[in-house]
Each structure stands twice: as structure tokens, then as C-alpha cells.
């Protein structure tokens, strides 16, 4: 299995309910920007959502994002810039961002952006 696409949810004036569906086992692709990554945990433990960078600064690499979600918790991460999460050009998804999840079941999650 492949990292899974996510398409980018619009929040507009008129408002937005967002659809959330549960990750794949090998992570997602998100747009870049401003968007942030909308995670549900109903599981029965927390769950660690790790957004790759792909950012060096003075020849050493920036640090992948990883955010705790606690059980119960819903978590907003964001925003994503894409010098920062994007993927080089030439490469596969070039501009977006690998996200990964430490457990997927019973968590559900949307992409987001103004």
C-alpha cells in the first residue's frame, strides 16, 4: 500500500463541516500552505501524527513536526509551509507533505484551509 492523497477541504464564510475519514496504515499526502491537519483520536491510546520535514538549516536537517493527540482529543496542526514540509521538486509529490500516524485506527483526520 501507498501513501493515500488527501484533498484539501475549502473553509469558507458560509462554514464548513469537515469530512474526516480514518488514515492509511502507510501515512498521507497533504497540501502545503496555509492548511492544518484536523486529527481525531476516539481510539484507546494516544496517538503520535508526524508531519516530515524536508528543511535543512546551515547544513543540518530541521526536525520532522510530531504532535501528541491524546485519547478523546481533538487536535488542529498546522499550518504546513511548504519550505519548511514540502517535498523537493523532481520528487515524487513534489510541493506536499508526507504525514504519518502511529496508529490509525479509531482516529480520524481532515485537511483544512482558509
Do not use: H, K, W
Not at 500552505?33 to 536537517?61: C, F, K, Y
Not at 478523546?72 to 515524487?92: D, E, N, S, Y
Amino acid at each position: 500500500m501507498a501513501r493515500a492523497s488527501q484533498a484539501t477541504q475549502q473553509i469558507t464564510r458560509d462554514g464548513l463541516a469537515p469530512a474526516l475519514t480514518e488514515p492509511t496504515v502507510d501515512g498521507d499526502v497533504v497540501d502545503c500552505g496555509r492548511v492544518v491537519l484536523m486529527v481525531v483520536n476516539g481510539s484507546a491510546g494516544p496517538v503520535t501524527v508526524t508531519v516530515e520535514s524536508t528543511a535543512a538549516q546551515d547544513g543540518l536537517d530541521v526536525e520532522d513536526l510530531a504532535v501528541p493527540v491524546p485519547v478523546g482529543a481533538t487536535v488542529l496542526i498546522g499550518p504546513l509551509p511548504g519550505r519548511t514540509f514540502g517535498r523537493p521538486a523532481g520528487a515524487p509529490d513534489a510541493g506536499r507533505a508526507y504525514v504519518s500516524y502511529s496508529a490509525v485506527v479509531g482516529v480520524d483526520r481532515a485537511v483544512l484551509a482558509l
